[in-house]
């Protein structure tokens, strides 16, 4: 099956996008945790999908999004366990430094609010650039151990190898400072990108 890749402008579209979407998102999420929110310029590169978990280690927690109007397809957002923990602290109250224990399905339950919040707000964000209403489904949260791959292969609808990987560094007041990921296959990022040169003309 032929793969898709992207030339150097569509990479700094896709980089612009998602400054834009996620900078928006970052005011979003700092109204639900109470505490200034950073994300900086996103890093974009073409990975295999093999290659999606390298900056992670043990476990971590996958957060997938399926767009439901103007996008077909879905991606992931990929947290470290600790930032979801500090998270979940701040978003029912605390400072932030309530992180001991495993992670339980009020951690779930509240990266899965955050991250609907968030991508709600880049879906907007996405409307406006491309030039299309754009809607996305209540994120699906899983904790996944990095190293079972095929649990990340089964929530893409795809076979293709090639993905986008999106790296934003995240900071929370002095809780955080985290690499955030947000991954979607190759295919994804061209008809965004289409879309996006497309309402230019």
Do not use: W
Not at 127 to 133: D, E, H, K, R, T
Request: net charge negative; charged share 20%; proline share 1%.
């Amino acid at each position: 099956m032929e793969e898709f890749m992207l030339n150097n402008e569509q990479i700094d579209i896709i980089g612009e996008i998602a400054n834009i979407s996620m900078g928006n998102s970052a005011t979003t999420l700092s109204m639900m945790v109470n505490k200034k929110v950073d994300i900086t310029t996103p890093n974009v590169k073409v990975i295999k999908r093999s290659e999606a978990l390298d900056d992670y280690e043990k476990t971590c927690i996958f957060v997938q999004i399926h767009y439901v109007k103007g996008l077909q397809g879905n991606n992931v957002l990929v947290l470290k366990e600790h930032d979801v923990k500090v998270m979940t602290d701040l978003m029912m109250g605390g400072d932030g430094t309530n992180t001991s224990g495993d992670i339980t399905d009020l951690h779930l339950s509240a990266a899965s609010e955050a991250m609907n919040q968030m991508m709600g707000t880049s879906a907007t964000s996405l409307s406006s650039m491309l030039g299309v209403a754009t809607d996305i489904s209540t994120p699906i949260v899983n904790q996944i151990d990095v190293e079972s791959i095929k649990v990340f292969e089964k929530m893409f609808d795809t076979t293709y190898d090639k993905f986008v990987k999106i790296a934003f560094r995240m900071t929370i007041g002095n809780l955080i400072d985290s690499i955030m990921v947000q991954l979607y296959p190759v295919q994804f990022a061209v008809d965004m990108c289409d879309k996006f040169m497309s309402k230019g003309k």
